[in-house]
């Protein structure tokens, strides 16, 4: 069952500039940024009162996120939607048409179940599934 929104993704050029920006003009703390070296990416999460801001560096030249930004630059890539029920929520979603592009979910960049929609769902914005 869908529980509420867990955070926005966010895919950036340059990460520590983002953070730096951000972090700022908020008067947040700057989060500590996690490599992930299998997807070639960069993460960081700035939490405000309970809804995350995921800031994403794609460094790769051919990935999701980086062909994401070569075409919008630092943009909103997609929202997540927290579950505690993943299978069955992609089944009700499946069933009421939602394109997905994980059919089944896979373990995501912060170590929890996740799945994505089509970004064709929402005319070029995907929505991610995500256990708490």
């Given at each position: 069952m869908i529980k509420g929104v867990g955070h926005?993704?966010?895919a950036v050029r340059d990460i520590e500039e983002s953070?730096?920006?951000i972090t700022q003009a908020?008067?947040?703390p700057v989060p500590p940024v996690r490599d992930i070296p299998e997807w070639e990416i960069k993460v960081a999460v700035v939490n405000l009162g309970g809804t995350g801001l995921?800031?994403?560096q794609d460094y790769s030249e051919e990935?999701?996120?980086a062909k994401f930004v070569k075409?919008?630059?630092n943009a909103i890539h997609?929202?997540?939607l927290l579950t505690d029920e993943i299978e069955k929520d992609i089944e009700v979603l499946k069933g009421r048409g939602v394109e997905m592009l994980d059919q089944k979910p896979k373990l995501g960049a912060r170590?929890?179940?996740i799945a994505f929609t089509q970004p064709s769902v929402l005319g070029g914005i995907p929505f991610e599934l995500s256990e708490p």
């Open positions: 926005i993704g966010i953070l730096a920006r908020l008067d947040l995921e800031f994403i990935g999701r996120f075409e919008r630059g997609h929202f997540c170590g929890k179940r």
